[in-house]
T-cell receptor, first 115, second 109 residues
């Protein structure tokens, strides 16, 4: 029962480098999300997907891109990393977001440091 | 704007009871969630309230007053493993989740 799996767990980048975070879920969930978590702030939604082949912007999408080529996978890309993108990134999934009581299942997080 | 307020940190004693408050101002309301997050780990779902009143689930209870824009999470018979951050989140009228910054709960023996 893997649930939501994120890789890698830690990553250090230099300013301007690019990288991709991988999220995989085995629960056949339609919705997937990428959040960032910073000290003293609530989780902030970067991008989300309501199904295979579809993506949408969240609250803080600038500097990030996403792709959902397969239902079970949701990739988060940083094209040119900046120190402001130093954060903990969480992937999450849910069966749907069209029912208010649907809970989120989170991956274990990725600690990203941009120097 | 939309806003969720929770205390930054609370301290309680093992075996005691603690109440973590959450107040919110959002564009519409489709329910309020509480999640638990241990340090360095993922948030995990604790409770969901959409109607006024108290929902009890073992040692944990969650209360909601929609007219006051207020909720609390009540933890009884505190155990050391309850040391964690507790995140309050409200689903607005567009089914978007608005998250509070979380309350770090420290349990002392």
């Amino acid at each position: 029962n893997a649930g939501v799996t994120q890789t890698p767990k830690f990553r250090v980048l230099k300013t301007g480098q690019s990288m991709t975070l991988l999220c995989a879920q085995d629960m056949n969930h339609e919705y997937m999300y990428w959040y960032r978590q910073d000290p003293g702030m609530g989780l902030r939604l970067i991008h989300y997907s309501v199904g295979e082949g579809t993506t949408a912007k969240g609250e803080v999408p600038d500097g990030y891109n996403v792709s959902r080529l397969k239902k079970q996978n949701f990739l988060l890309g940083l094209e040119s990393a900046a120190p402001s993108q130093t954060s903990v990134y969480f992937c999450a999934s849910s069966r749907t977001a069209e029912k208010a009581n649907e809970k989120l299942f989170f991956g274990s997080g990725t600690q990203l440091s941009v120097l | 704007g939309q806003n969720i307020d929770q205390p930054t940190e609370m301290t309680a004693t093992e075996g005691a009871i603690v109440q973590i408050n959450c107040t919110y101002q959002t564009s519409g309301f489709n329910g309020l969630f509480w999640y638990q997050q241990h340090a360095g780990e993922a948030p995990t779902f604790l409770s969901y309230n959409v109607l006024d009143g108290l929902e009890e689930k073992g040692r944990f209870s969650s209360f909601l007053s929609r007219s006051k824009g207020y909720s609390y999470l009540l933890l009884k018979e505190l155990q050391m493993k309850d040391s964690a951050s507790y995140l309050c989140a409200v689903m607005d009228s567009n089914y978007q989740l608005i998250w509070g910054a979380g309350t770090k709960l420290i349990i002392k023996p």
